[in-house]
């Protein structure tokens, strides 16, 4: 089957799965080709989210037995590899932007957002409580301030977030984005 065959409801089949969506982006980061052995590294490295030098025998022969008996040839057949199983190589055909949306983003660089909107937050709520209960330095009359100021950090993390998370994104002023 050719990739441009494929409909939007094949390529959510395809991409349903993370172990080829690692598969794919691995091959992007290395240029369209690699062997099956550095690929089973690193997708074992991201699913145990550990260093792939860390990776133990038992990861690794779990996600080789996957990628070469299941994920692999589906892919494939799908027309979004060309895959030799004999000489383990593995090569990603070309058109591959019509799948990059199905796959996952910024693997190795994932930060802890939930973790920074947690404090702020959190620190929204005490400000709030402070203020309410008129308690120190949070009165009524400082209590709208603060709550601008916790509206503006919320602002800026989106913001950063939202940037990091679209390496390839235009910005005006001539600002680059990663």
Request: aromatic residues 8%; negative net charge; glycine residues 6%.
């Amino acid at each position: 089957m050719s990739e441009t065959e494929l409909t939007q409801a094949e390529l959510f089949d395809v991409f349903s799965n993370a172990r080829r969506r690692r598969a794919v982006q691995y091959l992007k980061r290395q240029g369209g080709s690699c062997d099956l052995a550095p690929l089973v590294q690193q997708v074992a490295a991201w699913e145990n989210d550990t260093d792939p030098d860390d990776v133990t025998r038992t990861q690794r022969r779990r996600v080789y037995i996957s990628l070469y008996q299941t994920h692999l040839p589906m892919l494939e057949d799908h027309g979004i590899v060309d895959w030799d199983p004999d000489g383990h190589k593995i090569e990603l055909l070309p058109s591959e932007d019509r799948f990059e949306p199905y796959l996952d983003r910024q693997l190795e660089n994932d930060r802890a957002w939930h973790r920074l909107y947690a404090a702020v937050t959190t620190i929204g709520v005490v400000a709030f409580g402070l203020s309410w209960l008129a308690v120190g330095p949070l009165t009524t009359g400082l209590a709208p301030m603060v709550a601008l100021a916790i509206c503006f950090i919320v602002l800026v993390l989106s913001v950063i977030q939202h940037v990091s998370r679209r390496p390839n994104m235009d910005l005006p002023f001539g600002l680059a984005s990663r």
